[in-house]
């Protein structure tokens, strides 16, 4: 054994080289995996984030329509689908979509965009809000422009009608 430590043989270079090789080989291995899932946590990032947004913005929605007691179509056209909704105290609030973004307005000067994400408005396959009785029905179509993702919600949400509407 001490032989071999003190003997002043070295490496061939073909055995340098080799063993750079293997190296190298591994090392591209590891690098690849890594890359991928950072890719994929990236992706799933960005997924997660579209469906908290569409679910935040939902979520408003309902609330608002829930607790109201009249609710009309305020503005129906190309780019815009807004609907007014009245509550037991006469408060009124104006949701919808307006401008590919989702909106709402409940005060004078209270309005706001409720996400950053795209809202593609009154087409066949895009955002819409119906009224129906005493029921409206929101369908949400949410996108990421830069990750080209969408995700569809649809939502039936029941309203209180005054008691002497119900007679």
């Given at each position: ?24 080989i591994i090392t ?70 307006k401008n590919h ?27 819409n809000i119906t ?37």
């Amino acid at each position: 054994m001490k032989k071999l430590l003190t003997s002043s043989k070295g490496l061939t270079l073909v055995e340098l080289l080799s063993s750079f090789t293997i190296l190298s080989i591994i090392t591209i291995i590891i690098m690849n995996y890594l890359l991928g899932g950072m890719n994929s946590y990236e992706k799933t990032s960005k997924d997660v984030s579209l469906h908290n947004d569409a679910n935040y913005v939902m979520s408003a929605f309902v609330r608002h329509i829930y607790e109201g007691t009249e609710v009309e179509i305020e503005e129906s056209t190309s780019d815009s689908i807004l609907i007014k909704v009245t509550n037991l105290s006469g408060e009124e609030t104006i949701l919808g979509f307006k401008n590919h973004q989702a909106y709402i307005k409940s005060g004078p000067n209270e309005s706001k965009s409720l996400s950053h994400y795209q809202f593609p408005c009154c087409g066949n396959d895009a955002s819409n809000i119906t009224v129906k009785n005493d029921t409206v029905i929101i369908k949400m179509m949410i996108e990421d422009q830069k990750s080209e993702t969408s995700l569809e919600l649809k939502n039936e949400v029941s309203f209180r009608k005054p008691a002497e509407e119900m007679d």
